[in-house]
């Protein structure tokens, strides 16, 4: 596989991050670069290293992760998401999620990273230098997901209290467009 290649699957990764990333971007009442690079560093380090993980993991396990990694991608997005809309419920644009410690971002960047693992899983197939790709993939992820961040928050600012719950249905449609497609229906 080629750095062109790479850079293309790197893109094409990133996108679920993108996503989430402008979700949260929903969510902020203010951005600055440090909490668009905290987002970015904790969805492109997990993109960077879930690949990692599934190429040591493929001889062992690889029938495993791809049976269930959509589902739990699907169902950790999927409570982050009914999440968000009943806090939209309950509160206005004062009431909004800004946190962006592990105990928030963690399953974030777990839930776009799993299918990352199976990417992995194929590169122990292919002839890849899996170091650079894991170095693209998570550098890409890094500036799609502060882009996102950005995007969101200027959305944000013009949909006001409706944030919270269109950041839900986002998240869970894409929990389910990832389930979906681990499924084989899309």
Do not use: C
């Not at 990273?113 to 790709?133: K, R």
Request: proline share 2%; hydrophobic share 60%; glycine share 12%.
């Amino acid at each position: 596989m080629n750095l062109i290649a790479i850079f293309i699957l790197a893109l094409g990764l990133s996108m679920d991050a993108f996503a989430v990333a402008v979700v949260k971007g929903l969510d902020l009442k203010k951005v600055t670069l440090r909490g668009a690079l905290i987002v970015g560093l904790y969805f492109g380090v997990f993109q960077a290293l879930m690949p990692l993980i599934g190429y040591f993991a493929a001889t062992q396990f690889s029938d495993s992760i791809a049976s269930i990694g959509y589902w739990v991608a699907f169902a950790l997005l999927s409570i982050l998401g009914a999440r968000m809309i009943w806090k939209g419920f309950k509160g206005g644009p004062a009431n909004r999620e800004t946190s962006f410690g592990p105990k928030r971002m963690i399953p974030l960047a777990l839930a776009v990273g799993i299918d990352a693992m199976a990417v992995g899983v194929s590169f122990a197939f292919m002839e890849v230098d899996v170091l650079v790709a894991v170095l693209i993939i998570g550098a890409v992820t890094l500036l799609m997901s502060m882009v996102g961040v950005k995007l969101g928050h200027v959305f944000g600012e013009k949909i006001g209290s409706k944030a919270e719950l269109i950041g839900g249905l986002i998240l869970i449609t894409i929990g389910l467009i990832i389930l979906l497609e681990g499924l084989g229906v899309t």
